[in-house]
């Protein structure tokens, strides 16, 4: 099957995933550029409050909103779980930025795609196929030569 028509038969959700990674790697570009001479959590509120504004504008304005009292526990137990770990997520990211190149740093956070086949795997049931698994571990090996010391 030709690359396009591979790329086709995700139905959307490829590119989705495409200009989210577009976006994560401006994330690092713009976060590395803007810490400079300012605390890396102090930036990190900043940034979080930048979204909220946006998606809470976003969420408004397309009739989105709904009370969040209305889900479920155990929907609005997993949401918030997702919350504090994008949380600490941040505030580590942007601390390694503040103290490491962004072109090391990045992928090494990346490392969180191998950790997510393997979470989904354990909790979800998922099962990648072989094909998948090798493109994982070509994740992993990319974050540990990252890694090592010269």
Not at 15 to 39: E, M, N
Not at 69 to 93: D, E, Q
Request: hydrophobic letters at 60%.
């Amino acid at each position: 099957m030709p690359l396009l028509e591979t790329i086709a038969a995700y139905n959307g959700w490829f590119y989705w995933a495409l200009l989210s990674a577009v976006f994560a790697a401006l994330t690092a570009i713009f976060a590395k550029l803007g810490l400079v001479g300012v605390d890396s959590d102090f930036a990190t509120l900043l940034r979080t409050f930048v979204i909220v504004v946006v998606l809470g504008g976003l969420v408004g304005v397309m009739g989105k909103w709904s009370n969040p009292l209305n889900l479920s526990p155990k929907t609005l137990g997993f949401l918030v779980l997702s919350g504090l770990a994008t949380g600490a997520s941040w505030i580590c990211y942007f601390r390694a930025l503040s103290i490491g190149e962004a072109s090391k740093v990045a992928p090494v956070d990346k490392l969180s795609l191998v950790l997510v086949a393997i979470f989904a795997v354990i909790f979800l049931g998922e099962r990648p196929s072989a094909r998948e698994w090798l493109g994982i571990s070509l994740v992993g090996a990319g974050v540990v030569i990252l890694g090592l010391k010269r």
